[in-house]
């Protein structure tokens, strides 16, 4: 007897009627459910949609509206803020990178975004070419997209409605961001691409799409601001806790890399092509700019040693809102303990271990990279107390989010209220909107005018009717050799200096600036105290 082997099959059996009513059962091979990444166990992450998509529309127009309100008046304008206005016009106007010597300091990219939305304080009617006008109301689109990628973050961690809107609010209304989003930084246009690159790594859909655009995304918010590339572990740890357990997960590095090589070469690429790549003679360079600001550039000390630079720094981001820095430190910590609210913890963490290493340099904008993943963490914790839980205990889950509101209307609220009180109604610029004027209607002959200033004033003055090439920022009269070329003379080709705090505040170290300072008498006067700014006609007669 022989036998003969077939290969083995799974069968269902179905019944099929048959004429007359009767059945027959027939054979056919199982189908095998296709190969789907599993879906992550634990919180459900969906998107936004309907009703839930106006409540964070609402609610972002309402920091929108706080921040936007007397932006021109609060806070003072500086000089890093006319610096990169002014580089925006240099690129909408076509005169390079730059409105000098573009030497690599920081990568370009940010303004070159900025001089895209100049268009936008038009709408408003705005006038001139101040800081407080054209620059920061031209920052308001990229703060919303700030304050709506942190409730969509939220959610895409698996963040409750309420306590993804309870981390919205307390990023946008608190007064340490009033303050500081509201100013033309460099650190604003990173954020909100690094924030769009953690989104659309956790993106529900997984689509390859949404992580070769987050590798875009992460190269633009790095190309924005060069010290956001310490905030990429959490991105790429978002990327891989979100396609575990799933055949695409080789995909989706491939595609995050190639976004991020692929858009990321084209800075290296752009100094390699001009000969800018690698230090040498006569002319700056790519690797030139990041030994300086790596190795060179004088440190700020120690936020630990009282009196430092550091130190005075942190106090004065604590004096605008403890709550929401300490609170989002130790949420932070807790985070980092909770799988699916690590990859902004480990952000948030980075950060804060840079602004504590003991000789770097600390700028005054270093928060405004922190404050947002702060509070996703703080609304992390918040969902995170309701969650624990029992579901038994379902009167309890109802009345701790009711309880947290009342301690935040109680403790919070009134803190905030006072902060954001003083935005929303003190005039700090006043003193460089009459500079300004005196500038443009007493100065004769602006065209053959040269005049040293600050950068807030720069594009002021070209606009009045003087020659950029004879409007020069101060620093560069001692760091730029091109600069100093122009003025065969020395100090005396200069006409007038306008001294300003920030002036004032580095002339000490740069020789050429105090000795303007020295050889010069007041013409006009405005402000009180430090913040007093005071157009100097120089004196050159004196030996």
């Known amino acids: 007897m022989t036998t003969t082997s077939e290969p083995q099959q799974t069968t269902t059996t179905a019944l099929i009627p048959k004429a007359r009513g009767s059945i027959v059962e027939t054979t056919r091979p199982r189908v095998p459910a296709p190969d789907h990444p599993q879906k992550p166990t634990g919180v459900r992450r969906r998107a936004i949609a309907g009703g839930e998509g106006l409540l964070a529309g609402a609610l972002t127009t309402l920091v929108l509206t706080v921040l936007g309100v007397n932006i021109s008046g609060y806070p003072m304008v500086n000089d890093d803020e006319g610096t990169y206005l002014a580089q925006a016009w240099a690129v909408a106007n076509g005169h390079g990178l730059a409105h000098y010597t573009y030497w690599y300091d920081h990568p370009p990219l940010a303004w070159i975004q900025l001089a895209g939305l100049s268009w936008i ?3 408003f009617g705005t006038e001139g070419s101040t800081v407080a006008t054209t620059g920061r109301i031209a920052m308001l689109p990229v703060i919303a ?14 963040m409750a409605v309420w306590s993804s809107a309870a981390a919205l609010l307390a990023f946008g209304l608190s007064p340490i961001t009033v303050v500081m989003y509201r100013g033309v930084y460099l650190d604003t246009f990173a954020v909100v691409w690094m924030l769009a690159a953690l989104a659309l790594v956790l993106s529900p859909r997984r689509n390859l799409w949404h992580f070769t655009a987050a590798g875009a995304a992460t190269a633009i918010g790095v190309l924005s601001k060069e010290t956001m590339l310490v ?14 357990r799933s055949t695409t997960r080789s995909w989706a590095v491939g595609g995050y890399t190639s ?30 700019a990041w030994q300086f600001q790596l190795g060179s550039r004088a440190g700020s000390g120690s936020v630990f040693t009282e009196g430092s630079i550091a130190a005075k720094l942190v106090a004065s981001w604590l004096d605008h809102d403890p709550y929401l820095l300490a609170g989002g430190l130790v949420a932070t910590v807790v985070c980092l303990f909770v799988r699916r609210l690590r990859p902004p913890a480990v952000a948030g963490a980075i950060l804060v271990l840079i602004a504590c290493r003991p000789s770097g340099h600390l700028p005054v904008m270093y928060v405004v990279q922190l404050l947002p993943f702060f509070a996703i963490a703080v609304g992390g914790v918040l969902d995170l107390a309701v969650r624990v839980m029992p579901a038994r205990q379902r009167l309890a ?41 005196y500038l443009r209607e007493r100065v004769p002959d602006r065209a053959n005018t040269t005049i040293v200033l600050d950068d807030v004033l720069w594009l002021e003055c070209v606009d009045a009717g003087y020659q950029p090439d004879r409007t020069i920022w101060f620093y ?24 300003t705090p920030a002036l004032r505040g580095d002339s000490k170290s740069l020789p050429a600036v105090n000795t303007l300072l020295t050889n010069s008498t007041v013409a006009a006067g405005f402000g009180e105290g430090e913040g007093r700014i005071e157009i100097r006609r120089i004196d050159k007669e004196n030996p």
């Open 231 to 244: 905030t990429l572990p959490a991105v790429v740890l978002g990327l891989w806790q979100h396609t575990a």
């Open 259 to 288: 976004g991020l090589v692929l858009v990321g070469a084209f800075y290296p690429l752009y100094a390699l092509l001009r000969g800018e790549l690698f230090p040498g003679a006569d002319h700056v360079s790519l690797i030139g």
């Open 397 to 437: 889950r109802l009345a701790l989010p009711a309880v947290l509101v009342l301690l935040a209307a109680t403790v919070v609220a009134p803190r905030w209220w006072a902060g954001n009180r003083l935005a929303l109604t003190a005039d700090y610029h006043d003193g460089y909107v009459s500079a300004a004027r």
């Open 476 to 499: 560069k009269l001692d760091l730029d050799p091109a600069v100093a070329a122009r003025l065969p003379n020395g100090w005396r080709d200069v006409d007038y200096l306008v001294s």
């Open 145 to 158: 997209a700030v304050v709506l990628l942190v409730y969509v973050i939220c959610r895409r961690l698996g």
């Open 121 to 123: 304080p038009g709408l």
